[in-house]
């Protein structure tokens, strides 16, 4: 029996009343057999180099510990950070594939069409280097009035791009994903006929995130989990086209582009991710990641505008879930509702729509939520959410009871 008769019978089972952990784990299987090498050797790849790289920074305070007490020689000498021991961020080079353990570029917006429809859109490359190599692209359309939601995905061998001094250029099965110093071109072909064909303007604002108090801007310290390049274009504006019900629509909207790659393990850590664009003009990334039993370990993020970045410090941060959405196919629940408490006030953020589970399970063996969010209180908005990392605390909790 092949690996894809297995899973569509393991998936007959699961809707015929099956526990909800044997179907997670059949549906799993088959993105598992391929990714499974490939995540060993990054785990071990990582585990060498930061093992190395962590000789030159003291030991990260345990969840809970009571933090030292500053001493006058602590102003004059400055612990050497990890990410100081990497070359610094170098756009437009960077901006190109690096080979590393793991990579991706991202792209997320809100569409508007003349009629006044509006489309939620994100599409993602991932790049995976191990004792395989592959790349996968994933790509979603919801239409904000009725509610339908479109998604697709595809997995190859290798990386099916053109090499070039900077930039990128993924082409595969006739999806694109391209960039050079001028501008991106975006074209997938969706399920049911949908399509989106979009081309964005190049440069924009580059916001290089990093800590509170790092020198090197672009890097971000994950501990155990490693250490990762990340920088956004916020607002990219974007014109093109769209297909839905077969009937084509002209829109246009400001996308958000993020890039970040590095040798560091994503099957450790789950996260809550936003991108979101403010009534005044800024536009500000958070991020928290949690362990595989639920509990927070880093919470940290950016506001940026036309003037410049900050990062938020950790301290400045809370991140309050609100109401779940618990999916009727994965019976995964999901904090779709969440309030932000900022130094500049609260934010409350709530999803256009609940229903925008991702199941990757056949490509990159996880299943996420990915979807346009409003955002309220002291400044309106909107942006994305993504909740990644939750299919594995249910899986935990299932095998628990």
Do not use: C
């Not at 004792?131 to 290798?158: E, N, P």
């Amino acid at each position: 029996m092949s690996v894809d008769e297995q899973v569509r019978r393991n998936y007959s089972r699961y809707a015929a009343g099956k526990p909800r952990s044997a179907y997670l784990r059949a549906r799993k299987r088959r993105g598992l057999l391929i990714f499974f090498a490939t995540v060993v050797v990054i785990a071990a790849a990582s585990y060498f180099i930061f093992d190395y790289l962590a000789a030159s920074e003291p030991t990260p305070l345990a969840r809970g510990a009571a933090p030292s007490v500053a001493s006058p020689s602590d102003a004059i000498q400055k612990p050497k950070e990890r990410t100081a021991a990497l070359p610094p961020l170098n756009l437009p080079a960077d901006d190109a594939p690096h080979g590393s353990a793991m990579e991706w570029w991202y792209y997320s917006g809100v569409l508007d069409a003349k009629g006044g429809q509006r489309f939620g859109f994100h599409m993602v490359v991932f790049v995976a280097n191990g004792l395989i190599k592959h790349t996968v692209m994933h790509a979603a359309l919801t239409d904000l009035q009725t509610g339908k939601r479109y998604t697709s995905q595809m997995r190859t061998a290798g990386t099916p791009a053109n090499a070039g001094a900077s930039g990128f250029d993924f082409r595969q099965d006739g999806w694109q994903v391209t960039e050079t110093p001028t501008s991106h071109k975006l074209h997938a072909a969706i399920e049911d006929g949908a399509q989106v064909s979009l081309a964005l303007q190049g440069g924009g604002q580059v916001v290089a995130h990093r800590a509170p108090g790092s020198e090197t801007p672009g890097l971000l310290d994950f501990g155990a989990s490693g250490i990762s390049y990340y920088y956004s274009r916020p607002r990219l504006p974007a014109t093109g086209e769209i297909t839905v019900g077969g009937k084509p629509l002209t829109v246009h909207g400001d996308i958000w582009f993020d890039h970040q790659w590095g040798e560091f393990d994503v099957l450790t850590l789950g996260w809550n991710w936003f991108a979101l664009h403010l009534s005044d003009g800024s536009d500000l990334m958070l991020y928290e990641l949690f362990d595989m039993e639920g509990h927070s370990v880093m919470t940290a993020g950016t506001i940026s505008n036309v003037q410049g970045s900050v990062p938020l410090k950790a301290g400045e941060i809370e991140l309050v879930a609100g109401n779940k959405w618990t999916s009727p196919r994965t019976r995964i629940a999901y904090p779709t509702e969440w309030r932000l408490k900022l130094p500049s006030g609260v934010l409350d953020v709530k999803p256009f729509q609940p229903d925008s589970e991702f199941d990757s399970s056949g490509t990159t063996a996880n299943i996420y939520w990915e979807g346009p969010v409003k955002v309220s209180g002291v400044l309106s908005g909107e942006g994305f959410l993504e909740l990644s990392g939750y299919d594995r605390l249910s899986a935990r909790e299932a095998t628990r009871k």
